[in-house]
């Protein structure tokens, strides 16, 4: 659904004029009603390149190869989908031309929606400081090709990836690459082996047999997330506070989804969740931390209990359901959470000193539990959306509004879908190389970047 802005400049009668006043004119960012494809790239045109003496390239061709694509020997003319640079050889200033020369006669290639995928190495602590070094300069580049090319919908995303954890970069492959990283731009994700990989991996239909709680799902992302996992055939739980039930039912049996009315402050929350899972489905194996609030005030202005409410549900909740599902074995191995964060918690936000504290205290949540979990297979990771088009944003004050939609590398706000394809991404099995990340999906928002 397109804000007023945008329709203003769509519509035939009212475009010129929009021109004529400058208005931002964003692009039209494709996205996918579908589930999850078998072959993405078959009809695509890729262009997969490598500096010299890598370690990724070889993984790299598989996964565009799993997903149907065929890298072009010579890009000519037409305009390029994909490109994929493997830069885990770059180690040393000098070995920054490859990338200069790459997108110097890539960039202007790139198509409407192009992806743009580079993987540069994940160094341990204590490698060459030189190495390291530009390693993380290949980020900074990343980055700054997102910004000049996201006005034409092109996303730009890195992938640090450790040696050992080359062949787990197919499932970020399909992601990054793929029709379904929309919002997501500027992103640097590590893939790594901490986590037991999984027997299966499947890309289509990719989440059948499993079984999946998104808290907060009555409306907006949650409800976009549940969704999704359906679409990707889940069996999928949707909880929202008791004051919403007759709304949730109702949803519910529209998306085919069972509804869980349930405040999940509860005292009791976390041991009816877990014997509900039991009973009903033998345990869990997708846990999506959605339900969020803000109560926003400066910190001179806010109540206790405005302080107290935000984080008992953005935080405290989230660690007691936790403690008992992750513990008595209700999440199951090879299990997978996603926390909602925000880029308030990584940017701070004037009148959110609350929400800020609770969505940045996610970020070092998942990273410390993605250690702790790896052995059982269990991926943790959060995401943080920008700003969202939801009943949560369209609260906000005009202005306010206004600037959050506009300034990032797409100007405009992202969908509900956006953020629900990178959470359900990450509650796939072939996202097995991910935990601990915090993800943007935020249009490479300026806010925070
Ligand atoms: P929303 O307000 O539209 O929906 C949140 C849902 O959570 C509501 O249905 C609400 O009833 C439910 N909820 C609140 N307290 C609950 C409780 N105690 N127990 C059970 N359910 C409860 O919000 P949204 O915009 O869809 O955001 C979803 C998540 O994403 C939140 O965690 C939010 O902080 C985060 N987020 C959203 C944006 C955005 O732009 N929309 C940006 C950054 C982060």
Redesign the pocket.
Known sequence: MADFITALNRNPLTGRLAKALGLPNPVELARCEAGYDAAPFAAKRIVLRAAANGYAEAALLAALRSGGGAPLAQPEEEKIDIVVFDATGCATPADSRALYETFHALARKLAVNGRVLIVAALHEAGADPVALAAARGVEGFARSLGKELGRKGVTVNTAYVARDAVQRLEGVVRFFCGVQTTYVSGQAVSVTSTAAAPAHLPYSAALAGKVALV??S?????LAVAQRLLQEGAQVVC???PA?EQELQQTCSRIGASALAL???ADDAPARLSAYFREHFGGLDILIH????TRDRTIANMTQAQWEQVVS??FA?ITALDGVLMNDGTLRDGGRVVC?S???GIAGNFGQTNYAYTKAALTAYVAAQAGRLGKRGICMNAVA?G??E????AKMPFLMREMGRRLNSVQQGGQ?RDAAELITFLATPGAYGLTGNTIRVCGQGLIGA
Do not use: E, H, Y
């Open positions: 808290t907060g009555a409306r907006g992302i949650g909880l929202d506070v919403v405040d999940i402050t959605n339900a969020g609030i549900v953005n909740a909602l925000s880029i308030s959306p700003f969202i939801t009943a949560m944003t509900p």
